[in-house]
């Protein structure tokens, strides 16, 4: 008994020696020292040895098991020095290399809009309000005159959350907030940029969530002149200093009269081209006088105030600034497009 695991001994100590990795030495332990190990096996035989012999041969066994436990505890520790060493090696980072340069990032081309929007409109006196994109269909229609069965409403085709919880279909719900909680015929002065969304099929002009600029002003003695003067200043400010403008009649609910306003082309200054379709002016946002019932419900007395808003689409103006032909280009991310714009001064 004694021989045999001396011999058991030499094999294991042996063959552990030759062993690299955890896998290898996990599978040693198993064979050597595991519960069904060659160890326990020879210990098992120990029942059949006289009594006598007994304690010679248990204090043999305890040393090759002290031996063996020794052995594999340091070969497990080289194995995990050289698993460190190696993860080292891998991991090192020559500290000499020259850095690599990432590419200068560009303002988003929508994003640039609206910022250029702001400015113009905060120079002209104007505040930038904001207000939630999931709405509820009182300050989305009914406080902008849109009756429950009014079939205005069916030009949003509008995404419902729920019966009363929506998608808001445009900026317009910032001005029946902010005339709500100002002081009853308190002068305001707001433009509202932001996004909307409609359900429709997305193609080369259109989009199910697009971004518009809203712009709102109310005080005593506001003329339809002053809208046009103000518009006026944002399409030179916008478009060059010798931009002129055009109103059209036109129909919303919320305002009273409504128009649509049109610049001069930008691309072939009026004289006609394929932008315009050879009319020389291209249309780009809608407008007119506050409505007012809108001014009524919303706790102002029209009697004693009055007021113009307007609306325009953020992509539309950025396609005619930069001759985009699909509204789709603004969202798909391609870099190639959106590189174009690194280093562009609006």
Same mark, same amino acid.
């Given at each position: 008994m004694e021989e045999r695991l001396q011999d058991l001994q030499r094999r294991a100590l042996a063959e552990l020696a030759r062993l690299d990795g955890a896998g290898?030495?996990?599978?040693?332990?198993?064979?050597?020292?595991?519960k069904k190990g060659e160890l326990a096996e020879v210990l098992r035989g120990m029942g059949a040895l006289p009594a006598d012999r007994r304690p010679a041969v248990g204090m043999v066994a305890n040393r090759v098991r002290d031996?063996?436990?020794?052995? !594999?505890?340091?070969?497990?520790?080289?194995?995990?020095?050289?698993?460190d060493e190696a993860r080292e090696r891998a991991e090192a980072v020559d500290v000499t290399l020259p850095g690599r340069r990432n590419p200068p990032g560009a303002e988003h081309p929508l994003q640039r809009v609206i910022r250029r929007l702001e400015d113009i409109f905060v120079g002209l006196g104007f505040t930038v309000a904001d207000g939630p994109e999931v709405e509820l269909d009182h !300050?989305?229609?009914?406080?902008?005159?849109?009756?429950?069965?009014h079939p205005a409403r069916d030009m949003q085709d509008t995404f419902f959350l729920t019966g009363d919880l929506l998608l808001r279909t445009h900026t317009s719900p910032v001005q029946a907030r902010t005339l709500e909680r100002s002081a009853p015929n308190s002068p305001l002065r707001i433009i509202v940029p932001g996004r909307v969304y409609r359900r429709d099929d997305d193609d080369a002009t259109h989009s199910h969530a697009f971004t518009?600029?809203?712009?709102?002003?109310?005080g005593r003695g506001v003329r339809m002149s002053d809208l046009k003067g103000t518009l006026l200043a944002f399409a030179r400010a916008m478009y060059g200093g010798d931009q002129q403008v055009r109103l059209r009649p036109s129909f919303f609910p919320f305002t009273e009269p409504s128009a649509e306003l049109d610049v001069r082309c930008i691309h072939c200054g009026g004289a006609?081209?394929?932008?315009?379709?050879?009319?020389?002016?291209?249309?780009?946002?809608?407008?007119?006088?506050?409505?007012?019932?809108?001014?009524?419900?919303?706790? !102002?007395?029209?009697?004693?105030?009055?007021?113009?808003?307007f609306g325009?689409?953020?992509?539309?103006?950025?396609m005619l600034l930069y001759r985009v032909e699909d509204i789709r280009d603004f969202y798909v991310n391609d870099l190639r497009f959106l590189r174009q714009f690194a280093g562009v001064v609006l």
């Open positions: 290898p030495l996990e599978d040693w332990r198993i064979t050597f020292l595991g031996a063996l436990e020794a052995g !594999y505890a340091a070969q497990r520790e080289l194995a995990a020095r050289a698993a !300050y989305n229609f009914t406080a902008l005159n849109f009756p429950p069965e518009q600029c809203e712009g709102l002003v109310v006609g081209c394929a932008t315009c379709k050879q009319t020389g002016w291209i249309e780009i946002l809608g407008c007119g006088m506050v409505h007012p019932n809108v001014l009524r419900m919303n706790g !102002y007395d029209p009697a004693q105030v009055s007021g113009f808003a325009m689409g953020v992509e539309r103006i950025a």
